[in-house]
């Protein structure tokens, strides 16, 4: 497969604490993002790779315009890759957590993330949404709505350029050993800076299985940058 390509690959990961890497109740930040590079260089080695973080803890895909900012936040996020010089090639997004917590209907929730995913095909770019993970809450109801929001995710489909991720499954809470699971979870809900390298490390394979299949058609040499937006 072809390694080099004709401009710079550009990645945005998007979504609420669990894309910023919160930890420590806010103290740390290990954004997940920071694991992609690597992997990806590996795969393309003379293209430069551009990361932008776009994450607002808290963050709800729909509800009262003061809390549901996911969908104006992405429209902005894409503008302003616009105005700087290309769009994304590729969004990671990951949202509904939020949404879940506050009892909001499942249904509800796909639809915004429907609205999302189509914001960002668009643009031209690729979508990689991954579902929702677990939580130390031992609620069945918030258990149930979960698994069908993610049974949602995993079975919609796009005519071209999405793709999904099951994360749930990748960075589990409930399967894990008690010892495992307190190096990879910080309060139940986040994750610690093992745990967002852990997640970085499935979204990396899945992208760079992705890419090795099909490989992008237009990207260039050059150096690895990241930016972040907060």
């Not at 709800?60 to 900012?69: D, F, L, N, Y």
């Not at 109801?141 to 929001?149: F, H, T």
Request: with cysteine.
């Amino acid at each position: 497969m072809n390694t080099q390509f004709p401009k710079p690959l550009r990645i945005l990961c998007f979504g609420d604490s669990l894309t910023a890497g919160f930890s420590m109740w806010g103290l740390k930040h290990y954004p997940y993002a920071n694991h992609l590079k690597a992997p990806l260089q590996g795969l393309f080695p003379s293209t430069e790779i551009l990361i932008d973080i776009a994450a607002l803890s808290g963050d709800m895909v729909i509800g009262h315009p003061a809390t549901a900012r996911f969908l104006p936040r992405l429209k902005n996020s894409c503008e302003k890759a616009e105005e700087k010089g290309g769009s994304y090639d590729w969004i990671m997004m990951m949202g509904g957590t939020n949404d879940l917590g506050w009892g909001s209907e499942v249904d509800a929730i796909y639809e915004g993330l429907k609205q999302c995913w189509k914001v960002a095909l668009d643009t031209g770019a690729n979508v990689l949404a991954l579902n929702i993970l677990e939580a130390a809450a031992p609620s069945k109801s918030l258990i149930q709505r979960r698994n069908q929001l993610n049974a949602l995710i995993t079975n919609h489909h796009e005519d071209e350029r999405w793709y999904t991720l099951d994360l749930c499954s990748a960075v589990p809470y409930f399967s894990m050993d008690t010892e495992m699971r307190d190096s990879i979870w910080d309060d139940g809900l986040h994750l610690t800076e093992k745990g967002y390298k852990m997640m970085g490390d499935a979204i990396a394979s899945r992208l760079v299985e992705i890419l090795s299949a099909s490989g992008p058609s237009s990207l260039q040499s050059g150096d690895v940058s990241e930016r972040t937006w907060l």
